[in-house]
């Protein structure tokens, strides 16, 4: 199993970027989800994630300005971000849960001017 996440770039504050993450491999369903996000020194933080269940949670950074959505019939996730802040720059990092075991994309980098 593979993701592969897309969509960062630079942009500047208050501008929009909507990253994608797509799986690929041989595997029944995903249980969650969910995008994760870390800067430089920092740990890596939960930005939004979508439940097995349907349920959505988001993390403090984001709440408000990015939104998840999935497509189950395509593997994929996808995550809206608004209003960009400088603070928003780091690497983003999709995650789904396959069973026991959780696979993470590649990362892709958003960086935000102010």
């Known amino acids: 199993v593979q993701l592969q996440a897309s969509g960062g770039g630079l942009v500047q504050a208050g501008g929009s970027l909507r990253l994608s993450c797509a799986a690929s491999?041989?595997?029944?369903?995903?249980?969650?989800m969910g995008w994760y996000r870390q800067s430089p020194g920092k740990e890596r933080d939960l930005v939004a994630i979508?439940?097995?269940?349907?349920?959505?949670k988001y993390g403090d950074s984001g709440l408000g300005r990015f939104f998840i959505s999935v497509d189950n019939a395509k593997r994929a996730a996808y995550l809206q971000m608004n209003s960009l802040k400088p603070e928003d720059t780091a690497v983003y990092y999709c995650?789904?849960?396959?069973?026991?075991?959780?696979?993470w994309g590649q990362g892709t980098q958003v960086t935000v001017s102010s």
């Open positions: 491999g041989s595997f029944v369903s995903i249980s969650d």
């Open positions: 995650k789904f849960t396959l069973g026991p075991k959780d696979y």
């Open positions: 979508v439940t097995e269940a349907g349920h959505t």
